[in-house]
Every structure is written in structure tokens, then in C-alpha cells.
């Protein structure tokens, strides 16, 4: 069965840096797009980068736009977010996302995702 596994998480002080990883199984991984999401306490769930199947092209959320970057080895069927100079408001847990084969673009359309990992959570505080 799909499964995604999310790692790496824990707390960073401002300014700091995490990688996060997604360990996925059960499917051809490097068939699929992919995408990070994440969810702030009392906020709801929202997009926060995504990539191709093969890693071509990648997106961002504007408000990590220079600070995150998306990457994946389909080698190792794994999914990895660097984030740079983080922010009290990068706190969330964090999901990696497998975009349906229905669409396209791994984009910030939450419904377009059809298996999500458990999260891992992230916090950022001095």
C-alpha cells in the first residue's frame, strides 16, 4: 500500500535550518508529482512547495520563496525540503503530499493530493 513517511522535523531558532524528508513506498514514486504542505496551529492546511515527477521544474509558496527549496531522488524514492532562515511562522507540522495522477502541476490545490504522509512537526523559537 502507498505510504509516506515524513522525518526530520524538530525545533530550530530563528534564522536556523532543517531538512525534511519523505520517504514514500507502495507506488512508482518517480511516476508522480509531488508537493509539501504544512499546518499551523488553529490554521488550516496550506501548500508550501512542489515538484515534478522527474525533479524538472518546482514551485513555491511566495512566502519561502528563497529561504526552501524542494528536491527528490527517485533513486532512493525520497522527497527532501531544505529550509533556510526559518521563521516563528514556518511553526506547522509538515506533510508531503502525492499529487493524483489526475492532474498535473503540483500546485497549491490541497483536494489535487491523494495520499498524505502523517507530518512531521517543525518549530522555530529562540
Known amino acids: 500500500q502507498v505510504q509516506l513517511v515524513e522525518s526530520g522535523g524538530g525545533l530550530a531558532q530563528p534564522g536556523g535550518s532543517l531538512r525534511l524528508s519523505c520517504a514514500a513506498s507502495?507506488?512508482?514514486?518517480?511516476?508522480?508529482?509531488m508537493s509539501w504542505a504544512r499546518q499551523a496551529p488553529g490554521k488550516g492546511l496550506e501548500w508550501v512547495s512542489g515538484i515534478y515527477s522527474d525533479g524538472s521544474d518546482t514551485y513555491y509558496k511566495d512566502s519561502v520563496k528563497g529561504r526552501f527549496t524542494i528536491s527528490r531522488d527517485n533513486a532512493k524514492n525520497t522527497m527532501y525540503l531544505q529550509m533556510n532562515s526559518l521563521k516563528p511562522e514556518d511553526t506547522a507540522l509538515y506533510y508531503c503530499?502525492?499529487?493524483?495522477?489526475?492532474?498535473?502541476?503540483?500546485?497549491?490545490?490541497?483536494?489535487?493530493?491523494?495520499?498524505w504522509g502523517q507530518g512531521t512537526q517543525v518549530t522555530v523559537s529562540s
Open positions: 507502495g507506488f512508482t514514486f518517480s511516476s508522480y508529482a
Open positions: 503530499a502525492r499529487l493524483s495522477r489526475h492532474f498535473v502541476t503540483p500546485g497549491p490545490g490541497i483536494s489535487e493530493y491523494d495520499y
